[in-house]
């Protein structure tokens, strides 16, 4: 079972920043949370992942409280393309890692 | 474009009929994953390589289902007997893992299966 919990749908408008939350109460000190995005009829597309600090790349940032049982994923400038369901997902890092297990994540719906 | 790619990208077939499908991951990646993704769920995985080596399988990959990743390039997930329960999307990514590092997956556009 996913580790994670999220909600079901969000809206944003165009142009407006998203905030997508997520909550992982029951992470362990060595697993990563990873962000992953998938749009209508495409594969999964990786976003961002991060481990206790904040983190930031071209797509979006990352704030991981520091008790680390919640996270929160930014879209600064969400566009029409950003529609996509938003999988928030805890798992190891390279090595002994196996498969990301995906919950229902979010539907995010960006609004003209 | 990832530089995953599957084929087909989709396959219509008869109940208990055998599929195969392929999956090329991005050439300098050492694991290769499978997953099953059915309508208004989320990706679930099957299986796994690190090169050539099949570590781990998921309790869903059930006896019908067999991977293969000769050589530790392209792969292949075959189901024998179809049944309507298989229909789904079959995906696939790959990822470049290195011991102590933290890393992401690159996934394919999946093959699509309907059994009819």
């Known amino acids: 079972d996913a580790k994670t919990t999220q909600p079901p749908s969000m809206d944003c408008a165009e142009g407006r920043a998203a905030n997508l939350p997520c909550n992982h109460s029951?992470?362990?000190?060595?697993?990563?949370v990873y962000w992953y995005r998938q749009i209508h009829s495409q594969g999964p597309q990786y976003i961002i992942h991060?481990?206790?600090n904040n983190e930031t790349n071209e797509m979006a940032s990352l704030i991981i409280t520091e008790d680390r049982k919640s996270s929160t994923l930014i879209l600064p400038h969400a566009t029409l393309r950003d529609t996509a369901v938003y999988y928030c997902?805890?798992?190891?890092?390279?090595?002994?890692?196996?498969?990301?297990?995906f919950g229902k994540g979010t539907h995010l719906i960006i609004q003209p | 474009d990832t530089g995953v790619s599957q084929n087909p990208r989709h396959k219509i077939t008869k109940r208990g009929q055998n599929v195969t499908f392929r999956c090329d991951p991005i050439?300098?990646?050492?694991?290769l994953y499978w997953y099953r993704q059915t309508l208004g769920q989320g990706p679930e995985f099957l299986t796994y390589?690190?090169?050539?080596?099949?570590?781990?399988k998921s309790r869903l990959l059930s006896d019908r289902f067999s991977a293969e990743r000769p050589k530790g390039s392209f792969s292949t997930l075959e189901i024998q007997r179809t049944e309507q329960g298989d229909s789904a999307m079959y995906l696939c990514?790959?990822?470049?893992?290195?011991?102590?590092?933290?890393?992401?997956?690159?996934f394919g556009p999946g093959t699509r299966l309907t059994v009819t």
């Open positions: 990514a790959s990822s470049l893992v290195v011991t102590g590092s933290s890393y992401e997956q690159y």
């Open positions: 029951t992470i362990s000190g060595n697993e990563y």
């Open positions: 991060g481990l206790k």
């Open positions: 997902i805890v798992g190891y890092s390279g090595g002994g890692a196996d498969g990301l297990t």
């Open positions: 050439s300098e990646h050492n694991r």
């Open positions: 390589f690190q090169n050539e080596a099949q570590l781990e």
